[in-house]
T-cell receptor, first 109, second 114 residues
């Protein structure tokens, strides 16, 4: 079956760095997405990886290892506004997104 | 402002009633999607449409129907609501079904079936 695993909740300190991991099992693979979702709001697109390696976009970076079925989202210089849920989603062979349940990130001062 | 508009924002609905959730986009995106989001679960695809005039079933289609008469509108209908359909419903769109630039989501409809 198809499955996405990510931690339910993480806590980090303002100004620090946090890494949110995601493992996936899909029928075929056409890329890995990360979305941010603030409480009560819609998900917003953060990143897309289809090749192995690290993609950096400001304070956020996303990494993919296709051979390991593994990705992570790295957030640097954490700010209070980064408190949100982070959703991992893998695109399967039919170009459908399989979503993880999300990781709730709590930032403490 | 370009994007997706969903209506209503929230609704309390008696079981057995029929309801249509509205979704309109102004980005001329070809593909549109309906998801439900429940606590502790990932977004689950209900129905999708890769282009106007076509629709397809997602992971959890039972009890829901959709239509795509034109590019902009993608309404979701609950024929006879049941309490298990209590959820937050998100409409989303993308340029194509193989889009790698992410989906744009509407702000959601919070539906409670009692």
């Amino acid at each position: 079956g198809q499955n996405i695993d990510q931690p339910t909740e993480m806590t980090a300190t303002e100004g620090a760095i946090v890494q949110i991991n995601c493992t996936y099992q899909t029928s075929g693979f056409n890329g890995l997405f990360w979305y941010q979702q603030h409480a009560g709001e819609a998900p917003t697109f953060l990143s897309y990886n289809v090749l192995d390696g690290l993609e950096e976009k400001g304070r956020f970076s996303s990494f993919l290892s296709r051979s390991k079925g593994y990705s992570y989202l790295l957030l640097k210089e954490l700010q209070m506004k980064d408190s949100a849920s982070y959703l991992c989603a893998a695109m399967d062979s039919n170009y459908q997104l399989i979503w993880g349940a999300g990781t709730k990130l709590i930032i403490k001062p | 402002i370009a994007g997706i508009t969903q209506a209503p924002t929230s609704q309390i609905l008696a079981a057995g009633r029929r309801m249509t959730l509205r979704c309109t986009q102004d980005m001329r995106h070809n593909a549109m999607y309906w998801y439900r989001q429940d606590l502790g679960l990932g977004l689950r695809l209900i129905h999708y449409s890769n282009t106007a005039g076509t629709t397809g079933k997602g992971e959890v289609p039972d009890g829901y129907s959709v239509s795509r008469a034109n590019t902009d509108d993608f309404p979701l209908t609950l024929a006879s609501a049941v309490p298990s359909q209590t959820s937050v419903y998100f409409c989303a769109s993308s340029e194509g079904d193989r889009n790698t630039e992410g989906y744009t989501f509407g702000s959601g409809t919070r539906l409670t079936v009692v």
